[in-house]
């Protein structure tokens, strides 16, 4: 008894004088740390200061080839700071607000960084837009997207990808199947594979509920147009309406072809019967080859969602990623030099070819015939399309995607109560419209 | 004295023992199935840790392990920088535990043995302080660490462990402190002892056991905590083990390999703690039972 309460003694007085050595060591780590980012940045430094980029880009690819964007980087000393998407989303306001925030931030294109915009949390960047600035080459629809409504481009655009139905090449050869060129062909072919036991969509909506917003973009898209899609998403149309009554319509035909288990599947999870053969299509954004085994990523191919009416311009969601800076930067100058760094065509290059999942460049300048024979067709998809949206959040906003996060999953398990649904969608919209 | 033996862990370790030794068949039966189904979360994840990545996407999390890799620790310990937040975690809870403690057995030896005005009330507020939910309080503890300036500092959230440990710690050792024979303190004073001197010699030691109980407790507490160091942290560097660990499944969503990999590494300390203390804990759990 003796002996282990002495050792025990001893144990707690190791571990005590540990402690006190922390205390040391933490107290000065901390306030070092601190005076380095709080006071030396601002006043003294001025436009030399060094910056720190926010990153989202949390998966080991993106994050690697980010990093080895950055390290060419020859401007002020830059840290990367990765934090995983869902904390990033959640914590971004906090970011922008705080009184010494990150430099520059990852993030989307589009309706969100305008409402960040409109809020004065972002840094102008015309200047990049203009003359030979780092996006002046690039296309309107991008300029389009990054910028505010009053003129102002505060978003810098690098990278894209897009959207279509996935599927594992062999297995379409030796089910004897080929990809459907229309509306009717794709709902036909879904009823063949059900017949043979084979589950024909898989979609993971479980932690992911948003998955379930690509198919009624789709749907919406190749019924009603992007036109009518944009305005519904920015609250001039109703949901309860006769237009997206039809969209439900034809999402209530996919219903039964979809892999019931996938409602408790994250989008990552549902990638595993399609990788398994027992599921047979995806419909998915490219980057989801990253969660694909590496034995079977040349296997995967794509087509477009087929066309339902072909009076209408041909849209795609190619969501768009790049950077901003938050408006209460330290130093300004150097967030720009930075971002033109990010956009520049050797960085594009770089980043695509590192960061694993099917991404396209924003920069027309980058070589893109040494890219893989999928992201070749994947930037053909685009350039045959008449239009690009992104995708619903993107479109929209955040609190908008709530909404159809809770319509669209309860429309899953329940497609007879679609006009109950689609009232208390719309309810739910307007209270978002107004707040 | 009644507390005394109350606590000791020593007791309450005798008295388990003393139980019947032999348990029917019923028993058996019953809680075997039961052990296995509790012990199962834990040898999914400790399964799924050792299988690789291909392994995994290929036949499903749930299949049998059919590979054996390391390279989930590896990427965690490399990638995920499991071992940089294991470091700042332990930083955070040794110097919070040393602080709390030290700090509330300080205000608790106050509280209970001089004659302080309001004592009542102070200690109450203390205690009502943690009665109230910390998400209501996360915003005002970002925007005051950030006025402050140690916004985003270790130091930061050390302070905000501190600060809402206090309360509770202080009540407890209070309900303890009180307990000690007046006769003991009286006995110091005639010898001629003076406060500092009666706390560092003749309380502190005498509240060992519920220091100790404390420590194991608090220790678990600062460890596991997520919320305040996602609150006042966002410098990936300084991240402690919870919010790294937050940070590898986001970034390893479909890595289960890397993620069950980290959530073992991050578990093994709160597990030595507890082995190492495993009475305190039991006693922790009495603390304040019988008064």
Known sequence: ?435 | MTTETAVDPGTVRRSANVGPRRRGWIFHACMAPLTLLWVAPMVFVLAVAFRSFDDIAARGLGALPASFSLDGFSTALSEGAIGRALANSAVVTVIGVVATLFLASLAAFALSRHAIPFSRTILLTMLAGNLLPPQILLIPVSSITQSLGIYDSLFALIVVQVGFGLGFYTFVLHGFMRSIPNEVLEAAVVDGAGSARIYARIVLPLCRPALAALAALATTWIFNDLIWALTVLRTETKFPITVALLNLQGGFVSNWNVVASGAVLAAIPTAVVFFAFQKHFVSGLLVGANK
Request: charged share 20%; proline share 6%.
């Open chain 1, 1 to 435: 008894m003796s002996t282990t309460d002495l050792s025990r003694r001893r144990f707690l007085a190791g571990s005590a004088a540990i402690g006190l050595s922390g205390a040391l060591g933490g107290c000065v780590g901390s306030g070092g740390s601190n005076d380095g980012g709080g006071g030396g940045g601002g006043e003294s430094a001025g436009s030399s200061g060094p910056l720190t980029l926010q990153s989202s880009a949390a998966d080991p690819q993106p994050k690697a080839a980010l990093k080895a964007v950055v390290d060419t980087f020859d401007g002020p000393e830059t840290t990367i700071n990765t934090v995983a998407v869902e904390n990033f989303r959640a914590q971004l306001p906090t970011y922008l607000t705080s009184e010494n925030p990150p430099d520059v931030l990852t993030w989307y294109a589009g309706s969100v960084a305008r409402d960040y915009a409109s809020e004065g949390l972002l840094l102008d960047v015309s200047e990049l837009w203009e003359g030979d600035g780092a996006c002046a080459g690039f296309s309107d629809a991008l300029r389009e997207l990054s910028t505010t409504e009053d003129g102002t481009q505060i978003f810098v655009p690098t990278h894209y990808y897009w959207w279509g139905v996935f599927h594992r090449r062999s297995a379409f050869d030796q089910w004897g199947i080929q990809a459907p060129e229309t509306w009717d062909d794709f709902l036909a072919l879904c009823e063949t594979l059900l017949g043979q036991g084979i589950t024909p969509l898989t979609m993971g909506t479980g932690s992911t509920p948003w998955m379930s917003s690509g198919w009624f973009d789709y749907l919406n898209l190749r019924i009603n147009g992007p036109e009518f899609h944009l305005a519904l998403l920015s609250g001039e149309h109703s949901f309860d309406s006769a237009e997206v009554r039809a969209v439900m319509d034809e999402y209530a035909k996919l219903i039964p072809f979809i892999d019931p288990n996938g409602r408790s599947y994250s989008w990552q999870e549902a990638v595993t019967p399609l990788v398994q053969n027992k599921a047979a299509m995806y419909l998915v954004g490219a980057f989801f080859t990253e969660s694909v085994p590496s034995d079977v990523v040349d296997d995967i191919d794509f087509f477009r969602v087929p066309i339902i009416d072909d009076s209408l311009p041909l849209a795609e969601e190619a969501p768009t990623d790049g950077y901003f800076a938050a408006s209460r930067t330290d130093n300004p100058a150097g967030a720009k030099e930075l971002m033109s760094h990010l956009a520049a065509p050797e960085s594009q290059e770089v980043y695509v070819a590192k960061a694993g999942g099917a991404f396209l460049p924003t920069s027309t300048d980058v070589d893109t015939s040494g890219f893989s024979p999928m992201i070749q067709k994947g930037i053909t998809l685009l350039e045959e399309s008449d239009q690009l949206t992104q995708f619903f959040n993107r479109d929209s906003s955040d609190e908008l995607q709530t909404t159809a996060d809770t319509a669209l999953t309860r429309f899953l398990d329940q497609p007879d109560q679609v006009d109950d649904i689609l009232a208390q969608w719309q309810q739910a919209a307007e209270q978002v419209f107004q707040g």
